[in-house]
């Protein structure tokens, strides 16, 4: 099992305006950023630096331009010069440095705007999705899925707690992270559901992918406990990639019927678990679970448990040992009694 954090950096690092409350606020986002940003292609003799007071601007055909900090990064890495050495300059010796620096050709450059603010520029071998696109499929073949529980973090700036459900979305990058409500299967406290990440950069910050996974908890920083079955795919934004698309659909709906199955699956499970007795002697029961590797000290303090309820069923057995494995501190202990309780349901197949 694993603990996956990448929704937890993904909370802690996100701006109040980059957090969405539904999916439908962020569909209108990413489709309004499409709608407002235009792409055009320029020869690199087209590009010119120019200073303006304490910052940059790059003129493109001769229309001047502002940069943001993702495509002067880019600027920077184009021309193979420090952006922190660039940012101690005064804005006429950068652009000098620039100017000089960087590279000549004949191959346009893709320069990605909104309004006259460049989000990124890419040469020719870039292929850009779009976050809008993506989160279309999400909302066609992942019905059942909704954000998660609500985390809540702090603003710096006036104190104030700001709510993050999972959905964010800026000038950089998108991410969300689904769980579905309706694959829940609790049974004495313990949960087990299907969720899955998706992310994606539309000005090439990072690359397109997924994450499904199967797990247990997750606490309130969006930190999920006790991960199984966890798949990834990703992808970078060259010629292909619009066939990510045809790819994570697929990926969402093998989850989807992966949560049916294990949902009527695990049921019947749990249903012969809770009514299959492993015995009704306490020193037949004990040995038994030392046959399965069960130490008798656990053992014994995991029948006391399960007495209470009436019955030496799987059912109880295995719930008392859960109950006994979330006490011990080391993960890899904690681990390993998960996976010779959990083998136990096998007897009520």
Same mark, same amino acid.
């Given at each position: 099992m694993q603990n996956l954090t990448r929704a937890h950096d993904q909370l802690y690092r996100r701006a109040p305006d980059e957090r969405f409350r539904?999916?439908?606020?962020?569909?209108?986002?990413?489709?309004?950023?499409?709608?407002?940003?235009?792409?055009?292609?320029?020869?690199?003799s087209e590009l010119s630096v120019i200073p303006d007071k304490d910052q940059l601007r790059l003129s493109a055909k001769g229309e001047d331009l502002l940069l943001n900090d993702w495509s002067f990064s880019q600027l920077c890495s184009m021309a193979t010069v420090s952006k922190r050495l660039l940012n101690s300059?005064?804005?006429?010796?950068?652009?000098?440095? =620039?100017?000089?620096?960087?590279?000549?050709?004949?191959?346009? =450059?893709?320069?990605?705007?909104?309004?006259?603010?460049?989000?990124?520029?890419?040469?020719a071998s870039y292929t850009?999705?779009?976050?809008?696109?993506? =989160?279309?499929?999400?909302?066609?073949?992942?019905?059942?899925?909704?954000?998660?529980?609500?985390?809540t973090t702090l603003d710096d700036k006036d104190g104030d707690t700001t709510p993050a459900t999972g959905l964010y979305?800026?000038?950089?990058?998108?991410?969300?992270?689904?769980?579905?409500?309706?694959?829940?299967?609790?049974?004495?406290?313990?949960?087990?559901?299907?969720?899955?990440?998706l992310w994606n950069s539309e000005v090439g910050r990072r690359t397109v992918g997924i994450q499904t996974f199967w797990f247990q908890a997750v606490c309130?920083?969006?930190?999920?406990?006790?991960? /199984?079955?966890?798949?990834?795919?990703?992808?970078?934004h060259t010629a292909n990639v619009h066939e990510s698309l045809r790819d994570i659909t697929h990926i969402?709906?093998?989850? /989807?019927?992966?949560?049916?199955?294990?949902?009527?699956?695990?049921?019947? /499970?749990?249903?012969k678990a809770m009514k299959t007795k492993l015995g009704d002697d306490c020193e037949d029961v004990l040995k038994l679970l030392q046959d399965k590797g069960i130490q008798k000290k656990l053992g014994t303090e995991a029948l006391e448990i399960a007495k209470q309820k009436g019955?030496?069923?799987?059912?109880? /057995?295995?719930?008392a040992l859960t109950q006994l494995a979330s006490k011990v501190q080391n993960a890899g202990d904690r681990t390993a009694m998960d996976i010779k309780s959990s083998s136990l349901l096998s007897l009520a197949v």
């Open positions: 539904t999916m439908k606020d962020l569909w209108n986002y990413c489709y309004n950023m499409k709608r407002w940003s235009s792409e055009s292609w320029v020869l690199p300059l005064t804005s006429d010796t950068a652009s000098r440095v =620039l100017t000089e620096t960087l590279p000549g050709g004949n191959k346009p =450059l893709q320069v990605y705007r909104i309004r006259q603010q460049i989000r990124s520029i890419h040469p850009r999705l779009h976050d809008v696109d993506l =989160l279309t499929r999400v909302r066609e073949f992942a019905v059942d899925f909704r954000p998660a529980q609500d985390a979305a800026g000038p950089e990058d998108s991410f969300i992270f689904m769980i579905d409500p309706t694959g829940w299967i609790d049974i004495e406290g313990e949960a087990f559901c299907p969720g899955f990440m309130q920083n969006h930190i999920i406990w006790d991960a /199984v079955d966890v798949t990834e795919f990703k992808r970078k969402i709906e093998r989850l /989807v019927e992966k949560r049916d199955e294990r949902r009527d699956g695990f049921a019947k /499970v749990i249903g019955a030496f069923t799987v059912f109880s /057995v295995v719930d």
